[in-house]
């Protein structure tokens, strides 16, 4: 039997799971009536916008696939690849999004009843998110292999795949992003901080609005966005079967395309276990909701290591490769664990920012970049650990590997992630709907613990990004001939080109460099236009509808949304063209060996922004909830009023520009690996 299959056998069962938690979320009790028709406007809200977004997107895609039919280097498969990595990362984005609108009042209604049953609702409401994407992502890559594996053409093709799942990545978290934090800023700004009216005031025309944002950019973005790494991470390793077997690690390239596969088939069946291992008692404590989470991806993570060992162990590959997966492994599970040291209100960090925001708003801002630029170095640190030791077992292949690793989990991580929006918006609708004071108390705890969770995940897909890109940038040197394989060593065919002092090579890191804040700005911008559009209508509703501030009428809650779909929509082209078009017009003008140094510019700096945005902006948001929690004054009080502020200053940073940038690298990384076959033809200008 051709082993895989066990691949198809694993999405298989992660699709019985995703039957499993489906069932279980939809047969709980929708709450009462109001509670139901809150969450109804939230979920016709996201699907409205998801709906003109894909129609926006398929435009793009018709586009560029026809660019892909009529050169004749890429061809059909190519076209055909692309075009189907779009539909299935839509398809995993519309599936997680779809869930997560129904778990909201669910939720809302379970934690009426307990914290645990909260809890459970919101995490297996999730756990439909991750379990798709990574169900969806396996097969997607083993109907290629079973279509066109024996094609020579083959390792070409299947970057094309992740192209597809890039472009709609990245669509999805630019506008996504745009939208949520547009509608999240808009809302605090003229509710909490102008008007002095609660969270989630049900006066509040943004609100609705608030909480789709939270599943179209943290749900459907970042479902995508994690959909593309999973397949790209695969993707990377396989084309970088040419190393193990030059170089005498795996014995020839089916061994060299089963071990990602399969170690992926086995992080699928240990996320499963995960996550029915989520579960806490009754006492409202971060530390033991955190800790409920933890238990879930630690049991994963050890049952992915001993799955992966003994695969490799039955493929009579060197055991390097176990070395060099479980160093990806570890790497990400540090990456989350510091990420949750600096953005949870549990740790030094984050109550150091609390506690600056009773000086003002200044000094939480200052504080909050501290914290940000700082909360970098163990990122990087163990990326780099990760990258040394996944090249001394397994070289070029050990690095993708460790991507591979890094990410076999991600069911189970995902899961942790795709909760957070659950109980933000499950949180939303209890205040919406006057549920009583303990009730809220479960939600707060729930949606704090989602922040973390969030910006874990966030953490976690940034370092992921970062390996994930270097795997593709190793991939595309090999294919475009910079480096080659013989002797059973690694060699360069123009060693002078690669040198940093080459002129071609430092313009492009220096281009590449670049990249990341200008994109970072564009897609701000675009929040900042979208927030003030948002401010303006909310301010005229309190002034011509009679009666809405003292609770007699209700506002248009439709109008906002519709408002902020359209500018998010808008606004998401232009950075989103400058993401596909860049890398081409390097490549072209200025060569192949530019292009190198222009990946690894981006990937360099990318990383570092993205890691310093995403901590920020997530210890803005949780100093604003541990002062909301009663510290410092509590709500209403000046340090309040501060950290709302911050948090404000935050959302942008954590939820649209850093995220996005994960896309970006990855993007355009694997747009030079597809378009390999044409810029081994152009030399540049210099």
Known sequence: MNLMWLSVIAGILGFGAVAYFTRYVLA????????????????????????????????????????????????????????????????????????????????????????????????????VMGLTVVSIGILGV???????????????????????????????????????????????????????????????????????????????????????????????????????????????HETAWLIPMLIAAGGILASIIGCFVVRV????????????????????????????????????????????MLAGLIAGVLIGESTSYFTSYEFKPTKGIAEASASGAGATIIQGFSVGMMSVWPAVLLIVGAIIAAFYFGSFYGVALGAVGMLSTLGVTLATDAYGPVADNAGGITTMTGQPPEVRERTDALDSLGNTTAATGKGFAIGAAALNSLGLILSYAIAVGIVTIAGGSIQTTDPGALSLLSAPVLIGV?????????????????????????????????????????????????????????????????????????????????????????????????????????????????????IEAGM?????????????????????????????LNIMLKLMSVIALMLAPVLTQFTGII
């Open 28 to 127: 709980q009790d929708e709450g009462s009536e109001a509670v139901r028709e809150v969450s109804a406007a939230i979920r016709e809200g996201a699907m409205a916008f998801l709906r003109r977004e894909y129609q926006s997107l398929a435009v793009v895609i018709v586009i560029i696939t026809i660019i892909l039919l009529v050169v004749p280097e890429l061809g059909w498969r190519v076209a055909v690849a692309f075009v189907f990595g779009a539909l299935c990362s839509m398809g995993a984005g519309f599936a997680g999004m779809n869930m997560a609108t129904r778990a909201n009042g669910r939720t809302c209604a379970a934690a009426a009843h307990s914290l645990d049953q909260g809890l459970r609702v919101a995490f297996r409401g999730g756990a």
């Open 142 to 252: 083993v109907i290629l292999y079973f279509l066109w594996h024996d094609d020579p053409a083959f390792l070409a093709v299947i970057p094309a795949y992740g192209t597809g799942a890039s472009l709609v990545a990245l669509f999805g978290r630019v506008g996504g992003g745009i939208f949520t934090k547009g509608a999240d800023a808009g809302s605090d700004l003229v509710g909490k901080v102008e008007a002095g009216i609660p969270e989630d005031d049900p006066r509040n025309a943004a609100v609705v609005a608030d909480n789709v944002g939270d599943n179209v950019g943290d749900v459907a973005g970042m479902g995508a966005d994690l959909f593309e790494t999973y397949v790209q991470s695969i993707i990377a390793t396989m084309t970088l079967s040419v190393v193990v077997v030059g170089l005498g690690i795996a014995g020839d």
């Open 281 to 324: 008692g009754e006492t409202v404590d971060m530390g033991k909701l955190l800790g409920a989470l933890r238990r879930g991806t630690v049991t994963a993570s050890i049952l992915t290591a001993i799955f992966a060992f003994l695969i490799i162990h039955f493929l009579d590959a060197s055991i390097g490769l176990f070395w060099a």
């Open 510 to 626: 220096l281009l590449g460099a670049l990249m990341p804040p200008v994109f970072c700005a564009m897609t701000m911008q675009s929040v900042a236009i979208t927030t003030e559009a948002i401010i303006a209508e909310v301010r005229r509703q309190w002034r011509e509808i009679p009666g809405l501030m003292q609770g007699t009428s209700k506002p248009q809650y439709g109008l906002v949304v519709d408002i902020c779909t359209k500018a998010a929509l808008r606004a998401m082209l232009a950075p989103s063209i400058m993401a596909i078009v860049a890398p081409v017009i390097v490549g072209v003008v200025l060569g192949k060996y530019a292009l190198a140094g222009f990946l690894v510019g981006a990937v360099v700096t990318g990383f570092i922004m993205a890691v310093m945005l995403n901590n920020a902006g997530g210890a803005w948001d949780n100093a604003k909830k541990f």
């Open 632 to 660: 410092h004054g509590g709500k209403g009080s000046d340090a309040h009023k501060a950290a709302v502020v911050g948090d404000t200053a935050g959302d942008p940073m954590k939820d649209t520009a850093g995220p996005s």
